[in-house]
């Protein structure tokens, strides 16, 4: 099951292991089952102290749990976690051994003090880029907390349970048999969720934060460029994200940022945040900016108000909040979200396997996803509202070539269908001869840009007529103090690059505010 190198990088991960563990299996006769034994045996030749038995008698056939010797507290695997989870398995053996996880001690204690009964069943797709994160999140919980239970189930080895749980997005998690949240998700985002009292204890913490000297509004590459060219001022600088990363978190594959030559999305999260904790920061994740109070006067400070209802202080502000997918906002698109509408063709396609799927979009982003998309499902249909694909002629070229894609242009989508809780077809106009038509589908990938994250700056800055905050050459907006940069602002071309750029430019001028802020003060006095 394992190559030469891999098995080579484990059992050296496995000299770690500070004490013994078992991997027990739960079989029947299937190809699966035959797979994960083969699996399981090989691992355990690795290291005298791992060790395999198929004495399980979960109901979930094939899977296996991982536990400490002695003990049935860990993390169940109803799959043969290869491909984007290998890492989530290699993790959860070292944790089960006793390997320290690199989490801040606060959150390990946070997921001590949970109490309750949680059974978590995680569903996920091997090639899905979102869901090792929430795998790694839930194993470390159950692995460290008796209260918690955590099952990981590939959709694709576990096809039924998927069609009849209607399961049409991954990550897919379930608490105690409840839907608990879909997509990706961080540990932090996790505990938060379960513990009651966070929201309280974290705005107190940010309350009684002092002013800063930048407060970055936003953790994509153009907060992340501006938190680094601010810190290295020396100066206080502080960055309030939602989720660290931003919408690089979503993509797959990044090609094309200079000197990089090839990365995906998670990773190139990962190395922002690990170059921006180098440096004198103070980073608070998981915080949502709902309300910019410009300062009362020239050289005040610039409050804003957190959706805990913490207020953060500041004598400059840079805001880079980004954007988010476009919806279509046709009738059926928030109806059967995540029941055959979605929005990650890398995540997502594997569930849709043999099936019909409509793509809305004809720029680069519908088309890539389309030729995705063309090599697991049964056909694919893709919806132009203009007369022409806008996307590079190469892709297009392609996408023509392909024998199981039909291109519908002049096409505007009005409805999205289904029936028994999921998607069954799309409805669009014909927009040259006014025909209503049909098509029948079981799923819907939505690609058709993206919008700015600015709904709370209404009122407060100027805006574009598409929501976009308007910045200058040197990312002032109109509020004194206040700057921005990236995709929430005018600027054109959407592209990390050029939102890291932009994040440098607005720390550099915020940093100009300051130094003159003392001089301009002296002369009115």
């Known amino acids: 099951m394992l190559d030469t190198q891999l098995k080579s990088q484990l059992q050296a991960y496995l000299g770690r292991l500070q004490r013994p563990i078992r991997l027990i299996a739960s079989l029947d006769d299937s190809q699966g089952a035959t797979e994960m034994r083969d699996l399981l045996v090989e691992i355990a030749g690795l290291s005298d102290l791992v060790s395999f038995d198929d004495s399980g008698t979960d109901a979930r056939k094939p899977s296996f749990l991982i536990a400490p010797q002695g003990s049935d507290q860990g993390v169940r695997f109803a799959a043969i976690p290869l491909g984007h989870e290998f890492t989530s398995l290699v993790l959860a053996l070292l944790w089960t051994g006793g390997h320290p996880p690199k989490e801040e001690a606060e959150t390990l204690d946070a997921i001590d003090a949970l109490k309750g009964d949680f059974s978590f069943e995680v569903y996920m797709s091997l090639s899905c880029h979102n869901c090792p994160d929430v795998v790694q999140a839930l194993s ?71 002013a800063f000297d930048v407060l970055i509004v936003g953790g994509g590459p153009a907060g992340a460029a501006a938190a680094v060219y601010a810190a290295r001022k020396g100066i206080r600088v502080g960055v309030a994200a939602e989720r660290f990363g931003g919408q690089t978190n979503d993509t797959m594959a990044i090609e094309n940022y200079i000197s990089v030559l090839e990365t995906d999305g998670p990773k190139f999260a990962a190395a922002l945040e690990a170059q921006v904790r180098h440096y004198d920061v103070d980073l608070m994740n998981l915080q949502r900016a709902e309300k910019l109070i410009p300062a009362s006067e020239p050289g005040g400070l610039v409050q804003v108000q957190m959706a805990n209802g913490a207020t953060l202080k500041a004598r400059s502000v840079i805001l880079s909040t980004g954007a988010r997918w476009r919806n279509v906002n046709v009738p059926g698109e928030n109806e059967y979200r995540n029941k055959g509408v979605a929005y990650c063709p890398h995540c997502d396609g594997p569930l849709f396997k043999g099936k019909d799927v409509a793509v809305i979009g004809g720029g680069n982003s519908g088309v890539e996803a389309a030729i995705d998309l063309a090599g697991i499902v049964g056909h694919v249909t893709l919806i132009e509202f203009a007369d022409a694909l806008k996307a590079d002629a190469v892709l297009v070229s392609k996408l023509r070539s392909l024998p199981n894609v039909t291109v519908h242009v002049n096409a505007q989508t009005t409805e999205i269908t289904g029936a028994g809780g999921k998607v069954n077809g799309l409805s669009y106009k014909d927009r040259v001869s006014g025909e209503q038509r049909h098509v029948e589908l079981e799923g819907v990938f939505v690609q058709i840009g993206l919008v700015p994250n600015t709904e709370w700056l209404k009122g407060t800055l ?64």
Do not use: W
């Open 140 to 210: 470390l919980m159950a692995i460290r907390n008796p209260a918690i239970k955590t099952v990981v189930i590939d959709g694709g080895l576990y096809q039924a349970e998927v069609e009849e749980r209607q399961v049409l997005a991954v990550p897919m998690v379930y608490l105690n048999g409840e839907v608990f949240g879909s997509g990706r998700m961080t540990l932090q985002e996790i505990v938060a969720k379960l513990d009651v009292n966070a929201d309280e204890r974290e705005a107190a913490k940010l309350d009684a934060k002092d």
């Open 462 to 525: 100027e805006l574009s007529r598409y929501g976009e905050i308007v910045v200058d050459a040197k990312g002032h907006t109109n509020v004194e103090g206040v700057f921005a940069a990236g995709d929430c602002t005018t600027v054109p071309y959407k592209q990390i690059v050029i939102a890291a750029g932009d994040g440098a430019k607005a720390a550099l001028s915020a940093f100009d505010h300051l130094i003159r802020q003392p001089a301009a003060e002296a002369v009115a006095a």
